[in-house]
C-alpha cells in the first residue's frame, strides 16, 4: 500500500524526518511525505466541491495508485477535521493550538493512524464519547489531545477486531497501526514532538533487594491532594489488579498496598508520624502528581521548610541512594498541563503551583525513570505492570 502524505505549506514540519519515521515503523505501507503544491480557491474547505477540485489538479498516478492525505489549516466548513472523496483525504489542522499543546506532526500522525484505522474497523467500533480509541467520532474535538496522548485502540474495540477474520493485508495494517499508535502515545505523553528521540539512562542495581517480609512487597500510595479519584483507585484496587492480572504468580510476591489512611488518629506532626510509621517499613514508595506538588513540611524544632511538600519528602527519601535501607521509588506525572482560564482569580496559585512541580520534576530526573499518565484507569494499568517488571527484577526470589 502506498500512502502519500501531502502537506501544505501552512504548516510548518520536517517533510524528510517525517517520511523517514512513518516507514521506519511501517512494514506493509510504503509512506512519501512532501510539500503541497495545489491552491486553495476558497477560504474554507467544502464537501465535495473543495474535494474535487483537488482531485482534477492532481497526476494520474496519484488519482488511481495511492490513497492521498492532505494536511492543512484551512477549515472545513461544517468545522469536521476530515472528509474523504475518492482516494484524497484533506484533514484540517485548524486552530491546532486551541485544542492541544502537542506538535502538528503528532497530529499529522494521528489522523494517519486513525483513519487507516477505518479500513480494518468493524461499523460497531465507533465512539461518540472521546475516550481515547482511535475509533473516537471527535464530536468535540478536544478530545484530539487525549487521542494522541492515549493512542490506541481501545480493549473491546481491539478484541472485537482480534475476533474478526481478517484478511493477511488487514492482519499486517493492524501491526502497522499498533507500531505507529505506540510511538505516537510515548512521544505525546511526554509532551514530546514524534521526531525527536526519547532516551533515558537506566541505572540498574546490581544487588537484589530483600523484601522486608518474606514473599511479601509493601507499596506505599504518595500523593498530593489534588489526585483524589486516582488516589482512591490505586489504594483500593492496585491489590486486586496485580493479583488479577497474575503478576503475584509471575514475580513470586504478594503485594499489599498502604496509604495515611491506614493511620489511627493520633498525637505528632503528621509527616513526621506518616514516615515512622509507614515509609520506613515500605519496600516501595510510589508517587503520583498531577498539577500540585502539595504543602511544604517543617522542621518542627526550627519552624523552617524541610522539604517541598509531604509527598515530595516521602519519594525523596526513597531515591536517597546514600541510605541502604531505603525504599524503591517509582513516580508518575499527568501528562497534560492544567489549563486555567487568564481571568480566573485564582490563576497566579495555579500556575505557581504547576511551576513548583515542573522544578521539582526536573530536579529528580537523574534519579529516578519516571512516567506519564493520561488517566486513572491508564495509570493503575501501567502502575501494575512496573510492579511486576521492578520486583521480578530487583527483589531476591
Known amino acids: 500500500m502506498r500512502i502519500n502524505i501531502i ?105 494517519t493512524t486513525t483513519y487507516l484505522a477505518r479500513l480494518i474497523e468493524n461499523a460497531d467500533n465507533r465512539h461518540y464519547e472521546n475516550i481515547g480509541c482511535v475509533y473516537d467520532f471527535l464530536g468535540d474535538k478536544r478530545g484530539v489531545d487525549d487521542g494522541m496522548r492515549q493512542a490506541s485502540f481501545c480493549k473491546n474495540c481491539l478484541e472485537s477486531l482480534e475476533q474478526e477474520v481478517l484478511s493477511e493485508d488487514d492482519e499486517k495494517l493492524l501491526e502497522d497501526l499498533k507500531s505507529l499508535l505506540d510511538l505516537l502515545s510515548t512521544s505525546s505523553k511526554w509532551n514530546k514532538s514524534i521526531l525527536e528521540r526519547i532516551e533515558k539512562d537506566s541505572k540498574r542495581v546490581n544487588k537484589k533487594r530483600k523484601a522486608i517480609i518474606e514473599k511479601e512487597i509493601n507499596v506505599v500510595i504518595a500523593s498530593p491532594g489534588d489526585l483524589i479519584e486516582e488516589r482512591e483507585l490505586l489504594v483500593d484496587k492496585l491489590e486486586r489488579k496485580f493479583r488479577t492480572d497474575k503478576h503475584e504468580e509471575l514475580c513470586s510476591y504478594r503485594l499489599k498496598v498502604h496509604g495515611w489512611e491506614d493511620l489511627a488518629s493520633q498525637n505528632g506532626y503528621p509527616q513526621d508520624v506518616i514516615n515512622e510509621r509507614i515509609i520506613k517499613n515500605m519496600d516501595i514508595v510510589l508517587a503520583v502528581f498531577k498539577h500540585k506538588l502539595g504543602s511544604p513540611t517543617v522542621n518542627q524544632e526550627t519552624g523552617k521548610e524541610r522539604f517541598p511538600s509531604g509527598t515530595a519528602e516521602e519519594i525523596l527519601f526513597a531515591l536517597d541512594n546514600k541510605s541502604p535501607d531505603s525504599p524503591l521509588g517509582m513516580v508518575y506525572f499527568y501528562s497534560k498541563p492544567p489549563a486555567p482560564s487568564f481571568e480566573a482569580e485564582n490563576y497566579e496559585k495555579l500556575k505557581s503551583e504547576w511551576d513548583r512541580l515542573k522544578s521539582f520534576k526536573q530536579s529528580i530526573g537523574n534519579k529516578v525513570i519516571y512516567k506519564p499518565f493520561t488517566s486513572k484507569e491508564e495509570l493503575i494499568e501501567i502502575a501494575s505492570k512496573d510492579l511486576m517488571k521492578n520486583i521480578s527484577e530487583l527483589y531476591e526470589k
Open 7 to 111: 502537506i501544505d505549506e501552512s504548516l510548518e514540519v520536517d517533510y524528510d524526518k517525517l517520511e523517514l519515521l512513518f516507514n521506519k515503523h511501517s512494514k506493509s505501507i510504503d509512506f512519501k511525505v512532501y510539500k503541497n503544491e495545489f491552491t486553495w480557491e476558497e477560504e474554507h474547505i467544502v464537501y465535495p466541491r473543495t474535494h474535487e477540485k483537488i482531485y482534477e489538479s492532481f497526476s494520474e498516478d496519484e488519482v488511481n495508485s495511492y490513497i492521498n492525505f492532505i494536511f492543512t489549516d484551512v477549515q472545513y466548513i461544517n468545522n469536521f477535521f476530515y472528509e474523504g472523496h475518492e482516494n484524497f483525504v484533506p484533514f484540517s489542522l485548524f486552530d491546532w493550538d486551541y485544542l492541544t499543546n502537542l506538535p502538528i506532526e503528532n497530529g499529522i500522525l494521528f489522523f
